[in-house]
């Protein structure tokens, strides 16, 4: 399991991407900050969960979570 956090005095914020890089296509990155009393096992790499449970983490992690965003860019948005 990852650690909840790295630094007592700061707000973290977790990322993951996924995506074939800036310049091959687009790629999708997420933020989330969650409260350090929130803990879930199954929290990890999204890469190595099943569509199944990233879906239900989505949905927890939504609720949940004090503060969170999705993005996207597409390499023929322009400059990256």
Same mark, same amino acid.
């Given at each position: %399991?990852?650690? *909840?956090?790295?630094?007592?005095?700061?707000?973290?914020?977790?990322?993951?991407? &996924?995506?074939?890089? &800036?310049? &091959?296509?687009? $790629?999708?990155?997420?933020? $989330?900050?969650?409260?350090?009393?929130?803990?879930?096992?199954?929290?990890?790499?999204?890469?190595?969960?099943?569509?199944?449970?990233?879906?239900? /983490?989505?949905?927890?992690?939504?609720?949940?979570? /004090?503060?969170?965003? $999705? &993005? %996207?860019?597409?390499? *023929?948005?322009?400059?990256?």
């Amino acid at each position: %399991m990852l650690r *909840s956090f790295f630094s007592r005095r700061l707000t973290e914020a977790g990322c993951d991407e &996924a995506g074939r890089g &800036a310049l &091959a296509g687009p $790629v999708v990155a997420a933020a $989330v900050i969650l409260s350090r009393r929130y803990r879930n096992e199954i929290l990890n790499d999204s890469k190595k969960l099943s569509p199944s449970i990233r879906e239900t /983490l989505r949905k927890e992690i939504s609720e949940k979570a /004090l503060s969170w965003n $999705v &993005a %996207m860019v597409d390499n *023929s948005q322009g400059n990256i």
